[in-house]
């Protein structure tokens, strides 16, 4: 096989055969690489990168080249059988002795996946002191719960953690888990999807069943949010995804449901644990401001980004006893700081009332709101995405609207403070 000067493999013309149609010519992708001469194609060696495309068209089989072509990848087949996998569970995540909302709200959208599969909601939990949470669990919809209680559970430790969930995904079999796309849950979910070799989708927006194959569809933003993706687990087992809180909505507690709970064994693993010294609890940053917690949300977009409106924009969240959030257009003019940030790269917010006064409503700031009870948009242009999504708008220049809705807000409250 010839070589160029490059030590690449390069394809060889015989001349004798070559019927000079130029079909190669035509389909070598390097210009210049080949040309005819005297009715016969030649091939410039230190010009051909050894594709072989002239090879395949080549009709009178005049081109030699022996490369040996990468072969296409099969996909691979998962090692286990899938059909032993059932049920949907969710990661009870726990929270200073409490479940964390973002369980609830997980256990709420797999009460509906189930339904199409015609199978039980799993609990997964771990932790010390934990069957109130148990009982929580079902009491939110799950059908059973599995629990690991030990004190070496108390506090998160990514290893034993990781160890523990694999175990109980080992020994349960659910064919779906979904976990809390929290510091904690993200951590936890990667360390357990490749203990249990299988795929994680991050930070889902959307989680539905196939109709056909009853595979889990899970979406989420790609290529900076600018498309979203439904990724499928076909070949392994369980199929796993995070979800960020207050994507999903928060299901009705029934204290009257009834489930099972039932304890499984946990071994430690043998290697030295770490020594918790002293836990640092988390500051609560902006003056005790946490946007994911308001019931009313006052967003302030790039339309109305300006330090000297700013106050009427929070008088206005005052009034309906909300607080103020922003797109990171806000967040990059300094104006506000990243804390107050909605949105794909910010917080994910479902307040009863959403109320965006100049914002357009990007892809990546709707995926952080989009699940708001009622939302409002105050934007002089019609045609803008968040106008078309919003439960009422507002069209015209906020400067204008706004303090007519203070106005309005103010004229109730007296009348309700005259009214006793
Ligand atoms: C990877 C990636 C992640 C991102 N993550 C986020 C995120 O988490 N959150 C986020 O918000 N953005 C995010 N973005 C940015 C996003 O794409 C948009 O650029 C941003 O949301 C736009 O902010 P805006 O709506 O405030 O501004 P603009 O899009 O500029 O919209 C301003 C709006 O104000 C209206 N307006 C103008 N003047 C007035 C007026 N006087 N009165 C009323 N209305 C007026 C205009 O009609 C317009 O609709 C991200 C982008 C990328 C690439």
């Known amino acids: 096989m010839p070589k160029n000067s490059k030590g690449r493999e390069i394809a060889e013309i015989i001349p004798d055969k070559c019927i000079g149609c130029q079909l190669c010519i035509g389909e070598c992708p390097v210009k210049g690489a080949m040309r005819m001469e005297g009715g016969v194609a030649i091939i410039d060696p230190d010009k051909c990168v050894g594709c072989g495309k002239c090879v395949d068209v080549c009709p009178a089989n005049s081109i030699l080249f022996e490369k040996v072509r990468k072969k296409k990848v099969e996909a691979e087949k998962g ?9 949907v569970a969710v990661f009870i995540e726990v929270h200073q002795g409490k479940g964390a909302d973002v369980a609830w709200e997980l256990v709420g959208k797999a009460r509906e996946l189930a339904a199409k599969l015609d199978t039980q909601v799993i609990g997964l939990l771990l932790g010390k002191g934990i069957e109130p949470i148990a009982k929580e669990a079902i009491a939110y919809g799950c059908d059973i719960v599995y629990m690991m209680d030990n004190p070496v559970l108390e506090i998160y430790l990514s290893k034993v953690y990781g160890k523990a969930l694999t175990s109980l995904c080992q020994q349960v079999k659910p064919a779906i888990v979904l976990l809390g796309a929290t510091p904690l849950g993200r951590d936890l979910a990667s360390i357990a999807a490749t203990y249990l070799k299988t795929g994680l989708t991050a930070d889902c927006t959307g989680l539905d069943i196939d109709d056909e194959e009853k595979l889990l569809l899970m979406t989420r933003p790609t290529f900076g949010g600018n498309i979203m993706a439904t990724i499928l687990c076909r070949n392994y087992r369980p199929q796993m995804s995070t979800v960020r809180p207050r994507v999903m909505k928060m299901p009705k507690k029934d204290p009257e449901r009834r489930g099972e709970i039932r304890l499984l064994d946990f071994q430690p693993p043998r290697d030295e ?6 836990f640092i609890p988390r500051k609560l940053e902006l003056g005790g401001v946490d946007i994911t917690k308001a019931s009313v949300l006052v967003v302030v977009g790039r339309g109305a980004c300006n330090s000297r409106h700013l106050p009427m924009l929070e008088e206005l969240a005052h009034l309906l006893g909300g607080a103020v959030g922003c797109s990171r257009a806000v967040v990059e003019s300094g ?6 940030q909605v949105g794909q790269t910010g917080k994910t917010v479902a307040p009863k009332l959403y109320i965006g006064v100049g914002v357009s409503g990007a892809v990546q700031h709707l995926v952080g709101m989009q699940t708001s009870e009622r939302i409002i948009a105050i934007n002089t242009d019609r045609h803008a995405p968040m106008v078309q999504i919003a439960d009422y708008a507002l069209i015209g220049d906020y400067l204008q609207v706004v303090p007519e809705l203070i106005k309005g807000l103010e004229a109730r409250i007296k009348e309700r403070v005259r009214q006793g």
């Not at 090692?79 to 049920?87: C, F, K, L, S, V």
């Not at 644990?273 to 002293?278: I, Q």
């Not at 104006?335 to 107050?340: A, D, F, N, T």
């Open 273 to 278: 644990l770490p020594r918790v010294l002293e």
């Open 79 to 87: 090692p286990q059988p899938i059909d032993e996998y059932r049920g």
């Open 335 to 340: 104006l506000l700081p990243y804390m107050r």
